[in-house]
């Protein structure tokens, strides 16, 4: 949940409480106004553990994403590597045809990360090719790591530059 959203409910709660202590004694006022407080703590704990459970799913279903892969056989992990390589080039090229960037700076900053972006998917590739002759041993301890470690790079600089370009 947003912190504005949370702030705004805080805040009508709080606005609820004031109106609520019209004609009476400093005591009931004050009970009011507390109980106002208590629950706009409430509202924004649950919130917060909202946000954090969100979280916490997000994380735990890229954990079990990569496990899964960690633990798949060998020519079933290097079919979805490719087609992963695949997607990330296609959603790179498509979002370096639409990205605009303004000012000299942003346009040397989306040139380095073309040139990252080059490197990640180079050593991805390297290691599917490397992955084709590797015995079961060398895959599970040198190849697999290699290639998830360049896929993900690849996936974090598209969505950090996505952030950056592709959402104008």
Same mark, same amino acid.
């Given at each position: 949940?947003?912190?504005?959203?949370?702030?705004?409910?805080? +805040?009508?709660?709080?606005?609820?409480?004031?109106?609520?202590?019209? #004609?009476?004694?400093?005591?009931?006022?004050?009970?009011?106004?507390?109980?106002?407080?208590?629950?706009?703590?409430?509202?924004?704990?649950?919130?917060?553990?909202?946000?954090?459970?969100?979280?916490?799913?997000?994380?735990?279903?890229?954990?079990?994403?990569?496990?899964?892969?960690?633990?798949?056989?060998?020519?079933?992990?290097?079919?979805?590597?490719?087609?992963?390589?695949?997607?990330?080039?296609?959603?790179?090229?498509?979002?370096?045809?639409?990205?605009?960037?303004?000012?000299? /700076?942003? /346009?040397?900053?989306?040139? #380095?990360?073309?040139?990252?972006?080059?490197?990640? +998917?180079?050593?991805?590739?390297? /290691?599917?090719?490397?992955?084709?002759?590797?015995?079961?041993?060398?895959?599970?301890?040198?190849?697999?790591?290699? +290639?998830?470690?360049?896929?993900?790079?690849?996936?974090?600089?598209?969505? #950090?530059?996505?952030?950056?370009?592709?959402?104008?």
């Amino acid at each position: 949940m947003s912190r504005a959203l949370v702030t705004f409910m805080v +805040l009508i709660v709080l606005a609820l409480a004031m109106t609520a202590c019209g #004609d009476k004694t400093p005591a009931e006022k004050a009970k009011a106004a507390g109980e106002a407080v208590g629950d706009a703590a409430k509202t924004t704990g649950d919130a917060v553990s909202d946000a954090a459970t969100t979280t916490g799913e997000a994380v735990g279903n890229a954990v079990q994403a990569t496990g899964e892969f960690l633990n798949q056989p060998k020519d079933a992990a290097v079919k979805a590597a490719q087609e992963r390589v695949a997607e990330i080039e296609q959603n790179w090229r498509a979002l370096l045809a639409k990205a605009e960037p303004t000012t000299d /700076k942003a /346009k040397v900053e989306l040139q #380095d990360a073309d040139r990252q972006m080059a490197d990640a +998917l180079a050593t991805a590739k390297a /290691k599917l090719v490397e992955a084709k002759d590797a015995n079961d041993e060398n895959w599970q301890q040198n190849v697999k790591p290699a +290639l998830e470690a360049a896929l993900q790079k690849s996936q974090r600089l598209y969505e #950090d530059v996505y952030a950056r370009f592709g959402s104008r």
